[in-house]
């Protein structure tokens, strides 16, 4: 059936369109009739063969034409006038062979002036049902006998009758046909026109059936999470991703269940299927049909980025203050602790000498280890709130990496973590402190080493930032726990910790060195799948800094 359909279709192009489909058919149908007259008229009919070899002449004649037809339709298209003539003469010479006026095969006359009519106009239709009724009659007059003259008659008028209806019929259906095709071509232009619209959009536009099912995902939304519209139309919108339950299912039940006409949910959290957690601003509004709900418009705005900054403006505050607080707090407990930590080394020293009870030693070395710990944490904030920006210089950052992992990757491995390097070649030099983004590095390698006990694998990258030239991009990511979301706003904060040994500014101190060099650091984490720090550095560093 499909080959058959395909077959009629191929035909159809090469004829010039459904319309002329007609033609090669009706010609066939023609031949069939006159045959089956044929075959119905005894043989001893005056004229039979004669009669037996002009059809089998137009049947080849008619072979020729779809055969031409086939190979070059615009020839015989060209060619139309000569082609009529021919179909007139067969016609007449049938006519005359079956009988004359009395021959039913005048039908075929109908059938050239009618067709004439409805390819060429009326004017061409009726000149040529006038000329074949005068050709008719020439041919016919040898057998019209008198009471034969009111048939011709009739005929005649059928005739031209017909030119003239199916050319009307055929101009009124012209001027619908150019009506139709004018009213499709604005359909089409204000299709594009809406298509240009929404893909233009910045924010993300998702429609929705009466279903929840996606029928329709513009490029923003493309683009910015990596998914292409294939992948979801026809794909229930919450099941794309299922963390959106949470904040969107309900609204978006209720709106399809028409019992909001709209809804408005800001700073939904939301997992990605590629470009991991976003933050977004969602709009809805139903869509309806006679008034029964069809369906919804969703508006998507991602604010991730925004809301980054947001952040990161107030951290950058309340950094700037715990700084100004922790240095003049550093430089107090410097002092004081280093006499301590001098008395207890002499202590410890002349314990053997003056026979100090075992009891005394073991509180010696107690206070020892502590106040070690309290002058580890007056260097952590005298680094937290450096002032310096350090020595400044071009820097390959492949360089710096490559210099951190020979500090700790025998280390790791020997702990069961496999480390993955992807450094990209020929990277730009950039301004910075070595030695202050050794300390970034080593700080984010030694956190992903103590999140993996039991082993696993960490991954480190750099290359440039796609979407923003100039700019340089260090990855480092591991596949162990994770960090648990409610923890992840406060990772910077000065001091929070969940190690026991741990002193908690480590990642602040990586921030603000970050933040010296006009960089900015971003972090992904899902409970069970991992943690993804990304780093970004500008290639050349300004003096303004902000």
């Given at each position: 059936?499909?080959?058959?359909?395909?077959?009629?279709?191929?035909?159809?192009?090469?004829?010039?369109?459904?319309?002329?489909?007609?033609?090669?058919?009706?010609?066939?149908?023609?031949?069939?009739?006159?045959?089956?007259?044929?075959?119905?008229?005894?043989?001893?009919?005056?004229?039979?063969?004669?009669?037996?070899?002009?059809?089998?002449?137009?049947?080849c004649y008619s072979l020729l034409l779809y055969l031409l037809i086939?190979?070059?339709?615009?020839?015989?298209?060209?060619?139309?006038?000569?082609?009529?003539?021919?179909?007139?003469s067969f016609a007449l010479l049938l006519i005359r062979l079956s009988?004359?006026?009395?021959?039913?095969?005048?039908?075929?006359?109908?059938?050239?002036?009618?067709?004439?009519?409805?390819?060429?106009?009326?004017?061409?239709?009726?000149?040529?049902?006038?000329?074949?009724?005068?050709?008719?009659?020439?041919?016919?007059?040898?057998?019209?006998?008198?009471?034969?003259?009111?048939?011709?008659?009739?005929?005649?008028?059928?005739?031209?009758?017909?030119?003239?209806?199916?050319?009307?019929?055929?101009?009124?259906?012209?001027?619908?046909?150019?009506?139709?095709?004018?009213?499709?071509?604005?359909?089409?232009?204000?299709?594009?026109?809406?298509?240009?619209?929404?893909?233009?959009?910045?924010?993300?536009?998702?429609?929705?059936?009466?279903?929840?099912?996606?029928?329709?995902?513009?490029?923003?939304?493309?683009?910015?999470?990596?998914?292409?519209?294939?992948?979801?139309?026809?794909?229930?919108?919450?099941?794309?991703?299922?963390?959106?339950?949470?904040?969107?299912?309900?609204?978006?039940?209720?709106?399809?269940?028409?019992?909001?006409?709209?809804?408005?949910?800001?700073?939904?959290?939301?997992?990605?299927?590629?470009?991991?957690?976003?933050?977004?601003?969602?709009?809805?509004?139903?869509?309806?049909?006679?008034?029964?709900?069809?369906?919804?418009?969703?508006?998507?705005?991602?604010?991730?980025?925004?809301?980054?900054?947001?952040?990161?403006?107030?951290?950058?505050?309340?950094?700037?203050?715990?700084?100004?607080?922790?240095?003049?707090?550093?430089?107090?407990?410097?002092?004081?602790?280093?006499?301590?930590?001098?008395?207890?080394?002499?202590?410890?020293?002349?314990?053997?000498?003056?026979?100090?009870?075992?009891?005394?030693?073991?509180?010696?070395?107690?206070?020892?280890?502590?106040?070690?710990?309290?002058?580890?944490?007056?260097?952590?904030?005298?680094?937290?709130?450096?002032?310096?920006?350090?020595?400044?210089?071009?820097?390959?950052?492949?360089?710096?990496?490559?210099?951190?992992?020979?500090?700790?990757?025998?280390?790791?491995?020997?702990?069961?973590?496999?480390?993955?390097?992807?450094?990209?070649?020929?990277?730009?030099?950039?301004?910075?402190?070595?030695?202050?983004?050794?300390?970034?590095?080593?700080?984010?390698?030694?956190?992903?080493?103590?999140?993996?006990?039991?082993?696993?694998?960490?991954?480190?990258?750099?290359?440039?930032?796609?979407?923003?030239?100039?700019?340089?991009?260090?990855?480092?990511?591991?596949?162990?726990?994770?960090?648990?979301?409610?923890?992840?706003?406060?990772?910077?904060?000065?001091?929070?910790?969940?190690?026991?040994?741990?002193?908690?500014?480590?990642?602040?101190?990586?921030?603000?060195?970050?933040?010296?060099?006009?960089?900015?650091?971003?972090?992904?984490?899902?409970?069970?799948?991992?943690?993804?720090?990304?780093?970004?550095?500008?290639?050349?560093?300004?003096?303004?800094?902000?």
């Open positions: 059936m499909m080959s058959e359909i395909s077959w009629l279709q191929q035909l159809s192009r090469r004829v010039g369109g459904p319309r002329f489909l007609a033609l090669p058919f009706l010609r066939g149908l023609a031949v069939i009739a006159g045959f089956v007259w044929l075959a119905l008229t005894p043989t001893d009919f005056v004229g039979w063969i004669l009669l037996a070899f002009a059809l089998a002449a137009f049947s086939w190979l070059r339709p615009g020839l015989v298209f060209r060619l139309h006038l000569p082609v009529l003539l021919i179909d007139l009988g004359g006026a009395e021959s039913t095969l005048f039908l075929a006359l109908l059938l050239i002036a009618g067709l004439q009519s409805y390819y060429y106009g009326i004017r061409r239709g009726v000149a040529v049902a006038v000329g074949a009724s005068i050709a008719y009659i020439w041919v016919i007059w040898p057998t019209l006998v008198h009471h034969e003259w009111a048939n011709v008659a009739i005929r005649i008028a059928v005739l031209i009758g017909t030119a003239v209806g199916v050319g009307v019929l055929a101009d009124i259906e012209e001027r619908e046909r150019f009506a139709v095709a004018a009213l499709n071509r604005e359909i089409e232009a204000r299709e594009r026109f809406i298509t240009n619209v929404v893909e233009s959009l910045r924010d993300g536009l998702v429609v929705l059936d009466a279903d929840g099912r996606v029928r329709a995902w513009n490029r923003a939304m493309e683009e910015r999470y990596e998914v292409k519209a294939q992948e979801v139309l026809g794909e229930p919108f919450v099941g794309i991703n299922p963390s959106c339950r949470e904040g969107l299912a309900e609204p978006i039940e209720r709106l399809l269940g028409g019992e909001i006409d709209e809804f408005s949910v800001e700073g939904v959290e939301i997992e990605t299927l590629r470009k991991g957690r976003v933050i977004l601003n969602v709009k809805g509004s139903l869509l309806r049909e006679n008034l029964a709900p069809s369906g919804a418009v969703l508006l998507i705005e991602d604010i991730t980025e925004k809301v980054g900054l947001g952040r990161s403006a107030r951290q950058a505050e309340k950094l700037a203050a715990l700084g100004t607080l922790s240095a003049g707090l550093a430089h107090e407990l410097n002092n004081p602790v280093g006499i301590i930590s001098s008395r207890i080394d002499l202590m410890l020293q002349e314990a053997d000498e003056l026979g100090l009870p075992p009891q005394v030693r073991q509180d010696l070395e107690v206070l020892h280890r502590h106040s070690q710990r309290v002058a580890r944490i007056a260097r952590g904030l005298l680094s937290f709130a450096r002032q310096s920006p350090g020595d400044r210089g071009l820097l390959d950052l492949n360089g710096v990496v490559e210099d951190t992992l020979l500090l700790l990757e025998k280390q790791v491995s020997k702990e069961g973590i496999t480390v993955r390097r992807s450094l990209a070649p020929d990277l730009p030099p950039m301004q910075g402190d070595p030695n202050a983004l050794q300390q970034v590095v080593l700080n984010l390698l030694t956190n992903a080493r103590d999140a993996m006990r039991d082993g696993g694998e960490i991954r480190i990258e750099t290359g440039t930032v796609a979407s923003r030239p100039g700019w340089l991009r260090l990855v480092v990511a591991d596949n162990g726990p994770g960090i648990p979301l409610d923890r992840l706003p406060k990772i910077f904060d000065p001091f929070y910790t969940t190690k026991a040994q741990g002193t908690g500014l480590g990642l602040s101190v990586s921030y603000g060195i970050i933040r010296e060099h006009q960089g900015t650091i971003d972090v992904q984490s899902r409970p069970g799948k991992g943690t993804t720090f990304t780093l970004t550095f500008p290639v050349v560093v300004t003096e303004d800094r902000a």
